[in-house]
Every structure is written in C-alpha cells, then in structure tokens.
C-alpha cells in the first residue's frame, strides 16, 4: 500500500471530527428528539384519531414512521456497499460524502412543508430521505478513519468526534427548544411553525458546518485512477473485500456481535422519545429535556469508555457497555414515572456514547492495512443499517401485536445478550493488527 498521503496531520482530524458535529443535528433534533413527538401529535386525523391512511393502507401514526425508518434503512444496507466499492475503486469517496449529505439537508428542508395529515407525504418521504442521506454520508465518513489517522489514535479520535457530535446537536436543539415553548412569544399563532423552523434550520446547520470538513479532508488519499466500467469494476472490488473479509476470524465475529447489540442499540435511540411519549405520556417539551440528558451525557461516556479501554481493551469495554445495556431493557420495562425515565435517560447516555464511538474504532482496529477502506466500512455500515433497520421492524412489530412499547423493550433485551456472547470470543486489545 503506498500513498504520498502524511496520516495524523491536526487540521484534517480536526475537520474530520466536525462532521459528527455537522451531522448529528439531523440525528438528535430530526431522528431523536423534535420530530418523533411532532409527528405523533399532527400525523392525526380530524377527530383526533391515530389510525391513519397512507397509500392505501392503515397503520397507526407511530408505526408508519417506524415502518417508514426501517424502509430507510434496508435500502441504504444494500446501496452502500455498492457504492463504497465504486468510492474505492474511483477514488470518488468525498463526492459520495458529499452527495448524501446534501440529500439529507435537503430532506431536512422537506419536513418544513409536513403541517397536519394533509401534508403526510412531506413528513414520511422527508423522514426517509433524510436518514438515508445521514445513514449514507456515515459510511464515507467513518472510513476516512484508518486512512487519516495511525491505529493508536483510532479510540481517541472517534470519542472526541462523537463528543463533538452530542455538544453541537445540542447546541441546536436548546435553540429549537426556545422557539418551541416561546413561539408565542415570538409573534406566531401557528403551533407547528417553531418545531417546522427547527427542522429546516437543521438542514442548514448540517450542510453548512460540514463545508469545513470537506474543504480539508483528503479527495483521493491513495491516488486511485478509475478505468473501464465503474460499476462493473465496482462490484468486482466489492467481491475482493468479501473474500478477504472472510479470512479475518475476529473481525467476522465482531461484525456478528456489532449485528445483534446494534440491533437493539440503535432502535433504542431512535424510538425512546416514542416509547416516553406513549407509555410515561411525557409532553413534547420533556421529551426535548430527556434527549437533552442523554446527549450531555453521552459527551463524557464516549471518553469514559475510551479510557477503559486504553486499559483493557476495546471487547472489554465493548462488554461492559452492553451488560449495561441489558440492565437498561430491565429498567425500561418497569419504568412507570417522568423522574425514574430521567435517571434511566442518563444511564442511556453514557453507556450510548462509549459504545457507538468504541464499536467504529473497534471495527477499524480489526480491519488489515488496506488501500480499500471505504469498501471494508461498507460492511460495517451495512451491517449496522440492516440492524437498525431490523430492530425498529421487531420493535413496531412488537408493538402492532400487543399494543404495549414496554413488550418490544423485552425483545431488544435478547439482542443484546446475543451480542455479548459473541463479544465474549474476541480477545480485548488495544491492537489486532498483527493477526
């Protein structure tokens, strides 16, 4: 592997960092906090009812954006790879960054338009389209990793980008707080404006601030010169990753690992603001406090499981994190009052930053010195996509057939176990590439 290219330089880490900070508004204001509670409360018929029509079919309001994220989801799981493997072979990698990112800003723009039930299409196909274009920048994103940074940085680097992440999301989500509860304040009538303003201004906050990261980062860090069919050339490059892949036994289990705790990891994020609103009935403006908690958190488990780690490995951290998480299911299940939802929010943060920023590193820790990283992070993304897309499905399914959220928490619990027992056959280090 030979590149020109000088890894750990300060100014591109920086920048690379800054993409977490850019992105996450879309994570935390869209997919987290504002726009569960908002599509809940307006994606109702004229009495009031939550059995709604779209596309011929009924569901209930909760469950359609449920369904509509899993769609989201399966679909970037099956692109990414393919496009990964054209990124590599083309040496295009920051050009497909960029086009899911301002897919995803625009889709933010879209959610301004979702009013009333009328307007349902603008909130279910800019949901979708905007966590395809966030899910589909990640794995261009996370792949710079190896290719700017020396493996003994891999652990810090990713904490400090998702802590950068969790302060700047809630950053815009204070601001988008204050316009909500003091809208009338503001001189508007409309109920719907401030959280609709908030929605688009996190489109503007993500394509914005991520300008900084693409003027830095690296366009083609390994010099690679595209000839013949991309996409023939592509899939033939995709094919070489597989069947390397398959000859790296702990990076195979970790990826089986990563499979069944992200499953239930991810659907927890993205569906406990759903969970408080319907089974604690806390109001919109405590759903914001909740998701505040856990990002603030978060910022200081993302280095506090680091730093056990830079002890005694990343699958020791790693497991540590998700016996956590197997007592969080427990709790949640049993949760009845807004003030025990706080405390478990603030366990949920913690233990959410450390295992999200260790399972990237962990992933690029395992990988083998590689000029196709982006194509390797496909894996990884698609693992990570099919997942989340599969954990949100059992827990709407779930919820469809007995009516209860606190059912499907049951369910994420056996993922969760699933995941630790593979976790248990990979050895904890701070380095794996000399085998």
């Not at 909500?180 to 009538?189: A, N, P, S, T, V």
Request: charged share 10%.
């Amino acid at each position: 592997m030979t590149t020109s290219f000088t890894k750990n330089n300060p100014r591109i880490l920086n920048a690379w960092t800054m993409y977490d900070w850019a992105n996450s508004a879309f994570s935390l204001v869209i997919a987290s906090a504002v726009f569960p509670g908002y599509s809940e409360s307006v994606a109702r018929n004229a009495d009031g009812s939550n059995i709604i029509a779209f596309w011929g079919l009924t569901f209930k309001n909760t469950v359609l954006f449920e369904y509509a994220a899993s769609a989201a989801f399966l679909m970037i799981a099956f692109v990414s790879p393919i496009l990964s493997a054209i990124a590599d072979y083309s040496g295009k990698k920051k050009g497909f960054m960029q086009f899911f990112c301002v897919l995803g800003s625009l889709a933010c723009l879209m959610l301004f338009f979702f009013k009333d039930i009328n307007s349902l299409h603008w909130g279910v196909w800019g949901y979708m389209l905007g966590l395809i274009g966030y899910a589909g920048s990640i794995v261009f994103n996370n792949s710079y990793l190896p290719d700017i940074a020396t493996e003994d940085k891999f652990d810090a680097l990713s904490a400090k980008a998702f802590a950068r992440g969790y302060i700047g999301s809630v950053i815009l989500l204070i601001f988008s707080l204050a316009i909500i509860i003091f809208y009338k304040d503001l001189g508007w009538q409309d109920a719907t404006l401030a959280p609709r303003i908030s929605f688009a201004i996190t489109g503007i906050w993500w394509l914005g601030f991520a300008q900084y990261s693409f003027y830095f980062l690296p366009k083609n860090v390994y010099q690679k010169q595209a000839h013949g069919a991309w996409l023939f050339n592509g899939f033939k490059e995709l094919n070489f990753v597989w069947k390397k892949l398959k000859t790296l036994p702990y990076l195979k289990r970790f990826i089986v690992a990563f499979f069944f705790y992200n499953m239930a990891l991810q659907t927890v994020m993205y569906l406990a603001t759903f969970f408080a609103k319907e089974e604690i009935s806390l109001e919109q403006q405590s759903l914001i406090i909740v998701v505040l908690i856990i990002q603030l958190v978060a910022v200081a488990g993302s280095y506090f499981f680091s730093k056990i780690s830079e002890k005694k490995g990343n699958t020791f951290s790693l497991r540590i994190a998700v016996v956590i998480w197997i007592g969080i299911c427990i709790w949640a299940y049993f949760v009845k009052s807004a003030m025990s939802f706080y405390a478990l929010a603030s366990v949920v943060g913690l233990v959410m930053g450390g295992i999200q920023s260790l399972s990237r590193s962990t992933y690029a820790k395992l990988m083998p010195e590689t000029t196709d990283t982006t194509s390797f992070f496909s894996f990884y993304d698609a693992t990570d996509k099919i997942a989340t897309a599969l954990g949100i499905f059992v827990y709407g399914f779930v919820h469809h057939l007995t009516g209860s959220m606190r059912n499907s928490v049951l369910a994420l619990l056996v993922f969760f176990v699933v995941g630790l027992v593979v976790l248990w056959f990979i050895p904890s280090k701070n380095s794996y590439r000399q085998v």
